[in-house]
T-cell receptor, first 114, second 115 residues
Framework: KNEVEQSPQNLTAQEGEFITINCSYS?????LHWLQQHPGGGIVSLFM???GKKKHGRLIATINIQEKHSSLHITASHPRDSAVYIC????????????????FGQGTILTVHP | DAGVIQSPRHEVTEMGQEVTLRCKPI?????LFWYRQTMMRGLELLIY????????DSGMPEDRFSAKMPNASFSTLKIQPSEPRDSAVYFC?????????????FGPGTRLLVL
């Protein structure tokens, strides 16, 4: 079993729909990252979470530390949101050898049709 | 800021040749990460440095891979000898570890094809 599991693996939506991508992890973490990889290959960090919720524009990320689960929501989806969304967890405590190391989920391929 | 800079952007080489990938992190960042992405395995951490010192190299596949960070503004990832299974996109990222809200900034990647 992978340490970081994402669902769904593929997601197709119509423009305007509300989208949720889930991430579950099985190890203790110090933070969780959501990344976006565009069709051209570039990777952009969307959020880094250690608790609670963060919002940036139409994107919302939440994390439940007790349940080891995070969700990424996109409101009013748009074709330009089409990309691969990757969840990554950062392990360890500050100063430890695993601090800073990211373990990645397999990614969710999102396609938003006009 | 120019962001994380990687070179070359594309590399095609023959099996057995030495390959050197280069990375210039964002100025002021104290940590640098090398990742590899393949269709089969997704994104994987190869090695990361903190203050120019290698902290975790457990992801380095084998002795053919080596990474150095001689100073805070430059790092190399070397593969010698290269093999077809090394074909992948190699990303470099940098961050300032220690800040509560640190984010990793990724370079554009180097697409490597070993024939």
């Amino acid at each position: 079993k992978n340490e970081v599991e994402q669902s769904p693996q593929n997601l197709t939506a119509q423009e305007g729909e509300f989208i949720t991508i889930n991430c579950s992890y099985s190890v203790g973490i110090s933070a969780l990252h959501w990344l976006q990889q565009h069709p051209g290959g570039g990777i952009v960090s969307l959020f880094m979470l250690s608790s609670g919720k963060k919002k940036h524009g139409r994107l919302i990320a939440t994390i439940n530390i007790q349940e080891k689960h995070s969700s990424l929501h996109i409101t009013a989806s748009h074709p330009r949101d089409s990309a691969v969304y990757i969840c990554a967890v950062r392990g360890g405590l500050a100063g430890g050898t695993s601090y800073g190391k990211l373990t990645f989920g397999q990614g969710t391929i999102l396609t938003v049709h006009p | 800021d120019a962001g994380v800079i990687q070179s070359p952007r594309h590399e095609v080489t023959e099996m057995g040749q030495e390959v050197t990938l280069r990375c210039k992190p964002i100025s002021g960042h104290n940590s640098l990460f090398w990742y590899r992405q393949t269709m089969m395995r997704g994104l994987e951490l190869l090695i990361y440095f903190n203050n120019n010192v290698p902290i975790d190299d457990s992801g380095m596949p084998e002795d053919r891979f080596s990474a150095k960070m001689p100073n805070a503004s430059f790092s190399t990832l070397k593969i010698q000898p290269s093999e077809p299974r090394d074909s992948a996109v190699y990303f470099c990222a940098s961050s300032f570890l220690g800040l509560a809200q640190e984010t990793q900034y990724f370079g554009p990647g180097t697409r490597l094809l070993v024939l």
